[in-house]
């Protein structure tokens, strides 16, 4: 039976891409880095939980692919460009297939965005993952939820409803390529980095979509101090999800109440709007106006031009 320090040795200290701000990674007491000069320094962590954030079956590269991607999004969100996380791993069991599968899933992510792992904790207990990350961003720059204006355009990247979709369809087992398709976007969301990163002095304020689209916008709200009016007709669906919607039988309200779709939602003034189709363009990603940011509180949601009564907004813990 390998040690913790086995473990550590085999599956999480690899050559993984140097930072330049990562002084000291794993193998010491703790790691040391430094915070380049005009930059700040943006901190994300999330934990996941077996059997609250996924089932018992999952593969150990699915959830460790999942556990860095959901915090990545989070720095997309506040425009940072990754630097390095560390791991707080809590195993029933000692597993040496699962651990290989999991450092696979976890490495290659990393790799993909040229962030190392720099330390961590390795536990005995119920399943449970904790990733931390850090990135920069230009002093004063980063994208908050607090920043949106009366008058602001609200828009999405991507596709909504996504992860919802392939939420149900999970629980059925998928029969076709949308299908696959569907899961795919559930257990392998993108974290839109770049696109962050291009939306810094053209956004008022962006949070990625974690808790589902409505509760999102919900926080842009409360933090701004402003109402809102959406337009479920034009959420952007994906054609897998178009298909399969009546067939799960999920409204449009439902979709843009589920959650984990890690796009991100963001508001642009209207002055701001030509830069914006210029960013699109230059990066590719598709983005959709789907309401306006208004001084009166509350969130109105129209379903072509009729008002919705819309009590839960999304996902929460503790309810
Ligand atoms: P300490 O008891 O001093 O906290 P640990 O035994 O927990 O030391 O960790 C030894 C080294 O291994 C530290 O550098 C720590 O950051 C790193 N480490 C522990 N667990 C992990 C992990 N799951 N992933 C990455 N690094 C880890
Ligand atoms: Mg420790």
Redesign the pocket.
């Known amino acids: 039976m390998p040690s ?2 086995d473990i ?1 040795k085999q599956y ?1 200290t690899r050559n993984s891409p140097e930072n330049k701000s990562v002084h000291l990674g ?6 040391i880095t430094s915070i380049p000069a005009g930059m700040e320094q943006v901190i994300a962590i999330d934990t996941l939980v077996e059997n609250i954030h996924f089932t018992e079956n999952t593969p150990a590269e699915e959830i460790a692919y999942k556990a860095l991607a959901v915090n990545l999004s989070d720095l997309a969100a506040m425009g940072a460009t990754p630097a390095w996380f ?4 809590t195993l029933p069991e000692v597993s040496e297939s699962w651990l290989a599968g999991f450092s696979k899933g976890l490495f290659n992510l990393a790799e993909q965005f040229r962030i190392p ?1 720099i ?4 536990t005995h207990g119920p399943l449970t993952i904790s990733i931390q990350v850090a990135g920069f961003v230009p002093h004063g720059k980063a994208l908050l939820r607090s920043g949106a204006q009366a008058g602001d355009h609200i828009f999405v990247t991507g596709y909504i409803g996504d992860g919802c979709a392939g939420l149900a369809i999970q629980k059925t087992g998928p029969e076709d390529d949308d299908d696959h398709y569907l899961l795919q976007r559930l257990h392998k969301p993108v974290p839109r980095i770049a696109f962050g990163q291009l939306l810094i002095g053209i956004a008022n304020a962006c949070i990625d979509i974690s808790d589902g689209l409505l509760a999102d916008v919900s926080h842009i709200l409360e933090a701004s101090g402003k109402g809102a009016s959406v337009f479920l007709d034009k959420i952007p669906l994906s054609d897998a999800c178009r298909k399969k919607q009546n067939q799960l039988n999920l409204s449009r309200l439902q979709l843009a109440q589920g959650g984990d779709d890690y796009e991100l939602c963001f508001s642009v003034p209207g002055n701001k709007l030509s830069m914006l189709e210029c960013t699109c363009n230059e990066s590719g990603l598709n983005v959709t106006e789907i309401g306006i940011i208004e001084q009166e509180s509350g969130l109105r949601c129209y379903d072509n031009t009729k008002l919705l009564e819309v009590e839960d907004t999304g996902y929460q813990h503790f309810k």
């Not at 794993?26 to 790691?31: E, P, Q, R």
């Not at 560390?86 to 791993?89: D, G, I, V």
């Not at 330390?119 to 390795?122: A, Q």
Request: glycine share 16%.
């Open positions: 913790e320090f550590i999480f794993v193998g010491d007491d703790a790691a560390t791991l707080a791993l792992l330390g961590g904790d390795t």
